[in-house]
């Protein structure tokens, strides 16, 4: 088993930073500060391995990731508020569907993804973390949002296999990595568990695929994000000087980097000072290469 030591990328700190994607467009990192609802778009220097931040878009709302969209308006899908948004490349945002907006309680959404067929995935979540509060959406080329589970309690990572024929997805409490079978209607079948990771190694977030179609898993509370086999075998371990890590991405000019987000959330005076780099962007070189990021494709 390998591992690997990541470092901080620039001095860029968010409270809650999530939902990383590498642009192939643009050749720039975003990602999300949730809470603060800010898409930040940066630049990164594959030679002294820093990133800059060049804009801070404000969507007005809480943000749990972001997306490129290659609509005639291009673009980027947010996961923002009680749904879904476009926003615009000089941060227009406008809202799309909000499948939240009348619920019971108060909920956000959290993190998402778009998949190979041009589709976007996104799941919600309590603010009070209430268990079976949440639903996993997806937002399909027409513009139709669809419920593809209900009752997550926080719904975090999502993966595809490259053909667009697989969904890997986690809800955090469950401590694994479930499988499904998306069918050419876009439902999910095949339920299986593909990784089961014991809490005392953190607790699954974010999540992205390699080329070799293994798993990178961020781990809350556990210092590192781990990589598995889609049969559930860790191959490594990266470490991360922040305890609260939150996704991950991979990027740079050949999508050889991973890109690894933090957060401080919730953390005392005293804990912010042990943990100096909490909320900081980490990236690291792990021998292997990843996918281009999938994009939203509306139909015309």
């Given at each position: 088993?390998?591992t690997?030591?990541?470092r901080v990328?620039g001095?860029?700190r968010?409270?809650h930073?999530?939902?990383?994607?590498?642009?192939?467009?643009?050749?720039?990192?975003?990602?999300?500060?949730?809470?603060?609802?800010?898409?930040?778009?940066a630049?990164?220097?594959?030679?002294?391995?820093?990133?800059?931040?060049e804009?801070?878009?404000q969507?007005?709302?809480?943000?749990?990731a972001v997306?490129?969209?290659?609509?005639?308006?291009g673009?980027w899908?947010?996961?923002a508020?009680?749904?879904?948004?476009h926003?615009?490349?000089?941060g227009?945002?406008?809202?799309?569907?909000?499948?939240?907006?009348?619920a019971?309680?108060r909920?956000r959404?959290n993190d998402?993804?778009?998949d190979?067929r041009?589709?976007?995935?996104a799941?919600?979540?309590?603010?009070?973390?209430?268990?079976g509060a949440?639903?996993?959406?997806r937002?399909?080329?027409?513009?139709?949002?669809t419920?593809a589970r209900t009752?997550?309690?926080i719904s975090?990572?999502l993966?595809?296999?490259a053909?667009?024929?697989?969904?890997?997805?986690?809800?955090?409490?469950t401590?694994r990595?479930d499988?499904?079978?998306?069918a050419?209607?876009?439902?999910?079948?095949d339920?299986?568990t593909?990784?089961?990771i014991d809490?005392?190694?953190g607790?699954p977030?974010?999540?992205?695929i390699?080329?070799?179609?293994?798993l990178?898993?961020a781990?809350?509370?556990g210092c590192?994000v781990?990589?598995?086999?889609?049969a559930?075998e860790?191959?490594?371990i990266v470490?991360?000087?922040a305890?609260?890590?939150?996704?991950?991405?991979?990027g740079g000019?050949?999508?050889g980097?991973?890109?690894i987000t933090?957060?401080?959330?919730?953390?005392t005076?005293?804990?912010r000072?042990?943990?100096e780099?909490?909320?900081?962007i980490?990236?690291a070189?792990v021998?292997?290469k990843?996918?281009?990021?999938?994009?939203y494709?509306?139909?015309?």
């Amino acid at each position: 088993m390998r591992t690997v030591v990541s470092r901080v990328a620039g001095n860029h700190r968010a409270e809650h930073a999530e939902g990383p994607c590498w642009d192939p467009r643009l050749d720039k990192l975003l990602w999300v500060d949730q809470y603060a609802g800010l898409v930040h778009q940066a630049n990164f220097d594959a030679d002294t391995r820093y990133l800059e931040v060049e804009h801070s878009f404000q969507v007005g709302v809480p943000a749990g990731a972001v997306a490129p969209s290659i609509g005639p308006d291009g673009g980027w899908l947010l996961a923002a508020g009680h749904g879904f948004a476009h926003m615009s490349h000089d941060g227009t945002v406008t809202q799309l569907g909000q499948p939240e907006a009348d619920a019971g309680q108060r909920m956000r959404m959290n993190d998402g993804k778009a998949d190979p067929r041009g589709a976007l995935w996104a799941g919600s979540m309590a603010f009070g973390k209430q268990p079976g509060a949440g639903s996993l959406y997806r937002l399909d080329p027409d513009g139709t949002i669809t419920v593809a589970r209900t009752r997550t309690t926080i719904s975090n990572g999502l993966a595809f296999s490259a053909d667009g024929d697989w969904l890997y997805y986690i809800d955090t409490p469950t401590q694994r990595v479930d499988r499904f079978h998306i069918a050419a209607d876009g439902r999910l079948t095949d339920q299986a568990t593909a990784v089961t990771i014991d809490p005392s190694l953190g607790h699954p977030d974010g999540m992205c695929i390699d080329a070799e179609g293994c798993l990178w898993v961020a781990l809350w509370d556990g210092c590192a994000v781990h990589r598995y086999t889609p049969a559930g075998e860790l191959l490594a371990i990266v470490e991360v000087d922040a305890p609260q890590v939150s996704s991950c991405t991979f990027g740079g000019p050949d999508l050889g980097t991973l890109f690894i987000t933090t957060s401080a959330e919730n953390m005392t005076g005293a804990q912010r000072a042990r943990h100096e780099h909490s909320g900081k962007i980490f990236c690291a070189d792990v021998g292997v290469k990843g996918l281009p990021a999938d994009a939203y494709a509306p139909k015309p």
